[in-house]
């Protein structure tokens, strides 16, 4: 009776498949940590060819291992068994990881896309918002901070839903976005009151403590004024600041205030000027509420004829030029306001 054949000692093609099927997810491991090390965070493009990379090395290295499992009845268990359970263990573990990375990957780019929708379509209903509430005889009269929130809500959820610099900028424009918000909303607040107050009524103007109050207005309106005056002239060194501050490339960082300011260098222009013409009118009204005091029982409003009248000649012809001043600089800035609801 003849023994049975002995396995074959020289390595065979299914050894050196054992082998690849280990050296495979080594290969993969050290890529990635070199990029890891070597780019923070990786540019897309070399992300996408590196996954390639990474699921043809992990394909070849389960195919290798099933291999080298076959070879087991022609060369027996040795050298083999083990490596071939441990290859295919550990690129089939490697391929689920890669299929989920790859799942949530597309569904994120999905949603990436969906979001840069939403924040055009935020953007375009912002401008409508504003030039809806554009009036070209009174200029604009009412802020809705609704689109405003909608547009920043948007820009959060961009933060956490996209990835890399692109996350990180979001981050950052969500941060302008606050800023300008607080400062339009404490403009719009105080300029509410005063525009309500009526501060340049004499009508009703019959003790002269009454002045102290309508000149606190105005300076809160002032204040605001210049708060938002001073947002809108350090928006780009401060969204620079917070793009820097937030370890973002600088490639992306240039990209960012490329883009920013296309579209937000005329309108800080106009908006520097509207504010400029506010700034004018509140000091025009700083100069009527002085003259009333300072001749305070030099003048009378008329009941009659809805007009105020002055004894002295220089009191008249400085209440006159401030009203005319203010009229002016009324209309210039309702013509600024026009223009600006108007850029594309």
Known sequence: MNPPPLPKSEPASAHYCAWFSLVAPLIVVCLALIVHLAFSPAPR???MLLGLVFLGLTTAGLVAAIIGLCGIREYGTRGLLGKGIAGSIIN???LIVF???AVAGFNKAIASRQLSQNLHNDAQDMQASV????????GITNTDFKTFDKMQGDMNAAAQTMSGDDALASQAMSRYLARMRSGMEQYHAAATQLRTAHILSTADLTDKAQIASRRQLLQDFMAANENLKNVTTNSETSLRADLDSLKISPAKIDAVMAGFDAKFAPRRDLDLKIRECDDRMAQSMSAILDLLETDWGQWHFS???KKIYF????ARRVYQESIQSIKVTSEEQVTLQGELVNLP
Do not use: E, F, H, W
């Open 45 to 47: 493009p070399l992300m």
């Open 92 to 94: 089939g573990v490697l």
């Open 99 to 101: 299929g989920i990375a």
């Open 131 to 138: 030039k809806q509430s554009y009036n070209p005889k009174t």
């Open 303 to 305: 009941a009659t004829d």
């Open 311 to 314: 004894d002295r000649t220089a």
